[in-house]
């Protein structure tokens, strides 16, 4: 291969950048000569040179910056290189300023072509290895995406469309079986009967079609419908309800088996994951999904704007729950139905407003009642024949409130045991009772007919009772039923 030869003009040592910087210069002196010496300042046309153009000058349009900037570098430039008086020409070494044309010739006339910068070998080669690994690095990226790095080693990222929530696979599942319940009537006016619907939430619990629901879902309606979750439509049947536990059975013909929900076996927890399915509003939200937790597990007086109003065991949530979710499902991450949802709370008291504060009926106490409801077509508990009153806090000194024995039905089970009133109840069946929620669902789990111990403190020392219940008749109010004033009858 042959030698490089460098064909390019060459300068004397050290005329570069001076010959470059003094050309400028005088350029800019030249120029402003030109103007003094025209009328109106304005600069006489350039004497043109062998092979070049005029003088480089300013043009006085330009602002006052440009002007300035262009004289103080020429200045500066001269200032460094120049050995003499700055119009002083000369061959180099006389003094002058080798560089300084004289007056009519041309700047840049026989002047050398700019120098091009050469890159050397060993730049040109660690640009180009850089360049290759930069591409080698983005190919291997596009290949291997980058998966994070933690304590434990490589964690995953989540892909689109990865379910990251339980309430997904919750949803999938038991939406087939959640239906929206239509409830129509009429409504009084003051005109008179209007038509009116009353929407709210159903869940299938048996294949044979047969739905649970709130019992106020369906009160008062006339005609009943509900409307699947594919979209079909079926006139339902009222197999019954139960007032005391907000509870309703429905039950529609839709031709072939349908999609159940399970019910959870097992205490409820706080803290748990709660899911709720329904149709708040009615058709316009249906199937919509809320999650939440289960905030607690506690007494409540329901039913306070009923004739029989009880305390009973509910499931507190702070899932949302609005008109149309009533009677659907509260679920638990394994889309198991741990209670049915019923009411919220809107306020606490007059003028101080509530949230997070809705209610479910435990899943336990949906179980025995839809049983007896689609059996019975009302629920069967036990009658005893007392009526119940919560002891206050001084009428026992230093014992735990209990309650008392306020009257006793003649001729009832609790007369023929030989309770009396001011009897003081302390267990059943081996099982202590320290409030009404206690002896209510002692009651409610009572088997008619079959006799239990019933253990009370009275004047002459503790007593220990055999009471046989009895069953109710029909649907009236069975039990212990306590009322506002914290009654209770049984």
Request: glycine letters at 14%; a positive charge; one cysteine or more.
């Amino acid at each position: 291969m042959p030698p490089f030869v460098d064909r390019r003009p060459t300068m004397p040592p050290g005329a570069g950048t001076a010959q470059q910087g003094n050309a400028l210069a005088a350029a800019v002196e030249h120029a402003a000569a030109r103007r003094a010496a025209s009328p109106g300042g304005r600069p006489s046309p350039p004497v043109q040179g062998s092979g070049g153009p005029g003088p480089a000058t300013v043009p006085e349009d330009r602002p006052p910056m440009w002007r300035g900037a262009a004289e103080s570098a020429a200045g500066g430039l001269r200032a460094g290189g120049a050995t003499g008086p700055p119009d002083a020409g000369g061959p180099p070494g006389s003094g002058g300023n080798p560089r300084t044309p004289a007056p009519g010739v041309a700047v840049g006339a026989g002047s050398c072509p700019p120098r091009r910068h050469r890159w050397p070998v060993w730049a040109v080669a660690l640009a180009a290895g850089a360049s290759g690994g930069l591409l080698a690095a983005s190919l291997l990226l596009a290949a291997h995406p980058w998966q994070g790095a933690s304590p434990s080693g490589p964690r995953a990222l989540p892909q689109p469309g990865a379910a990251v929530s339980p309430a997904v696979a919750v949803y999938e599942r038991v939406a087939p079986s959640v239906v929206l319940v239509a409830s129509r009537g009429t409504r009084p006016t003051l005109l008179g009967p209007v038509p009116a619907t009353d929407f709210g939430t159903g869940v299938i619990f048996d294949p044979r079609g047969y739905i649970v629901t709130n019992e106020h879902v369906v009160a008062g309606g006339q005609r009943l419908e509900v409307t699947l979750d594919d979209g079909r439509s079926f006139a339902a049947q009222l197999v019954g309800a139960d007032p005391s536990t907000d509870l309703a059975v429905l039950r529609v013909a839709a031709g072939r088996p349908l999609p159940a929900a399970v019910f959870a076996q097992g205490p409820v927890r706080p803290g748990e994951v709660a899911i709720a399915i329904g149709n708040p509003l009615g058709p316009r939200l249906h199937q919509s999904v809320t999650v939440g937790v289960v905030s607690a597990v506690r007494p409540m007086l329901y039913g306070l704007l009923r004739a029989d109003p009880r305390v009973t065991r509910m499931i507190q949530t702070d899932v949302a729950i609005n008109p149309g979710n009533s009677g659907g499902p509260l679920l638990n991450a394994a889309g198991q139905v741990i209670g049915i949802t019923t009411v919220k709370l809107p306020t606490v008291e007059p003028g101080v407003a509530a949230a997070g504060l809705g209610f479910a009926i435990p899943a336990a106490t949906v179980q025995r009642v839809v049983a007896d409801l689609v059996r019975y077509g009302y629920v069967k508990r036990a009658w005893l024949g007392v009526r119940l009153l919560a002891a206050p806090p001084d009428a026992l000194p230093g014992q735990p409130q209990r309650l008392l024995i306020a009257a006793v039905v003649p001729g009832s089970p609790a007369a023929r045991a030989g309770l009396r009133p001011g009897d003081q109840v302390l267990e059943w069946d081996g099982r202590s009772v320290r409030n009404d929620l206690d002896l209510i669902e002692a009651i409610d789990a009572a088997v008619p007919g079959r006799a239990v111990r019933l253990t009370v403190r009275r004047a002459a020392g503790v007593v220990t009772l055999s009471l046989v219940p009895v069953a109710t008749p029909g649907p009236e109010l069975a039990g212990a039923s306590p009322s506002a004033a914290q009654e209770a009858v049984g």
